[in-house]
């Protein structure tokens, strides 16, 4: 989603005149988009506006927004520990942040844009500043109505807002003109996806919709919430029910403890999970499940950690998210005095234990793959290995291979894998 709202504020830029340049330093315009979900990330973006203030020392012109998450969780307070910051915008004005720059070249004031009635148009896109022409994200809904006690999402993208089903359509039939073949849909709960529309949709209707769109290749959705899983969004990852869905289905778990998840205010227990795990894969053997790990939460025993050790054995994701717990200004669990009480290294300590768990899980698991066959769309050339090429299967793995081709990026090749590690596939191209 962050990458998303990034391509939007650009792109209302890119439609005024304005052009991407290497360096800080070079711009007029600097825009720092923020996120709040976990202390290092606000860290960074404070981090970073102060290195801002010699450049607005050097260059008084110079325009500094800072957008997103954090601007809206803090609002004035970046005013206060960055005084030469210009505009502070929230997270529904991404689309508007050229008349924002505009207005404070013309009047010299700040701007502070925290509400939230202004409508965010995912539609709006300048087809240069994607950052891959032939994949695209697509917002369907913004906020969330779950409290989860750790998160800071819904003070931050307040409550569940969905965009009509047809104007969603509209968007992905517009990308797939320019050039898109893979569309991935967002949401912060986007299984709740149509539940405030009249006439009512669902996101297994959403997704029958886009799926019909002439042209699309792939299509994808995140992040789904196990509390609000239905068995039609199941069934759409039955082969051949919708060919161009991906079988590749992220929904986090958070921890495997029941205690935990009630502290959590997850709304599900462990064999809850379990269930939907075992129904994803009766619809689809082949499918890749990603989840994420908070370790650390507040009143986390040794006992607690174990469950998510024993959850990620059995569930054994293709790829999992894992992560300390920090503890956030604004989120339900400062509001209940929950305690941040896991000593940090106990933290660290149980992370390590997770990550080398799940790699070893990742590697295994990976190693039956030798001598499958994939479709691959490449997305450029390797970061890894600049004599190799990457891309993604449709189970969304990594993939390398080697071609003595130039024009491969965007294309859908036929790749035989040759060998593996615990992050990514090795193949030879057919």
Not at 103 to 125: M, P, T
Not at 185 to 207: E, F, W
Not at 254 to 260: H, I
Request: glycine residues 6%; charged residues 25%; hydrophobic residues 35%.
């Amino acid at each position: 989603m962050n990458e998303l709202d990034t391509e939007l504020a650009l792109s209302t830029l890119a439609g005024g005149g304005a052009r991407n340049v290497d360096s800080p330093t070079e711009a007029g315009v600097v825009i720092v988009n923020t996120c709040s979900i976990r202390d290092h990330a606000e860290h960074k973006a404070y981090s970073f506006l102060g290195t801002m203030k010699q450049a607005k020392r050097e260059n008084p012109d110079l325009v500094l927004a800072v957008i997103g998450c954090m601007a809206q969780k803090d609002g004035e307070l970046i005013f206060r520990r960055a005084p030469y910051v210009d505009i502070v915008a929230g997270t529904a004005h991404f689309t508007r942040i050229k008349d924002y720059v505009d207005e404070v070249r013309a009047g010299g004031k700040r701007i502070l844009a925290l509400d939230r009635d202004e409508k965010v148009r995912s539609e709006i896109r300048a087809p240069q500043i994607r950052p891959d022409q032939h994949s695209a994200y697509v917002a369907v809904m913004r906020g969330c109505d779950h409290h989860c006690t750790y998160c800071v999402v819904p003070n931050t993208r307040g409550i569940e807002a969905s965009r009509p089903l047809d104007e969603i359509v509209k968007e992905v039939e517009i990308l797939v003109g320019d050039g898109v073949s893979e569309i991935t849909l967002l949401g912060q709960n986007i299984d709740s996806y149509g539940k405030r529309l009249t006439p009512r949709a669902t996101l297994a209707d959403l997704i029958h919709r886009v799926a019909e769109v002439a042209g699309l290749r792939r299509l994808r959705f995140i992040t789904s919430h196990p509390a609000d899983i239905k068995p039609e969004l199941i069934d759409c990852f039955r082969p051949g029910r919708i060919p161009n869905l991906m079988p590749y289905f992220h929904f986090p778990a958070q921890s495997g403890s029941d205690e935990v998840l009630k502290r959590m205010r997850r709304g599900y227990t462990r064999e809850k999970y379990y269930e939907i795990v075992d129904a994803v894969r009766e619809a689809r053997p082949d499918i890749g499940i990603a989840g994420d790990t908070i370790v650390g939460f507040c009143g986390e025993t040794e006992e607690d950690f174990e469950r998510t050790l024993e959850l990620h054995s059995r569930v054994r994701y293709q790829q999992a998210y894992t992560f300390t717990y920090s503890e956030r200004a604004h989120t339900p669990a400062a509001k209940m005095a929950l305690a941040d009480d896991v000593p940090h290294d106990v933290k660290q300590e149980r992370l390590q234990r997770l990550l080398a768990l799940q790699r070893s899980i990742q590697e295994v698991d990976n190693v039956p793959r030798i001598g499958s066959v994939h479709e691959v769309l490449v997305t450029g050339i390797s970061k890894v290995n600049p004599n190799a090429w990457t891309g993604r299967t449709p189970q969304n793995q990594l993939m390398h291979f080697r071609s003595e081709r130039n024009d491969l990026t965007g294309r859908y090749l036929t790749v035989r894998v040759t060998r593996t590690t615990d992050l990514a596939l090795y193949g030879e191209l057919l």
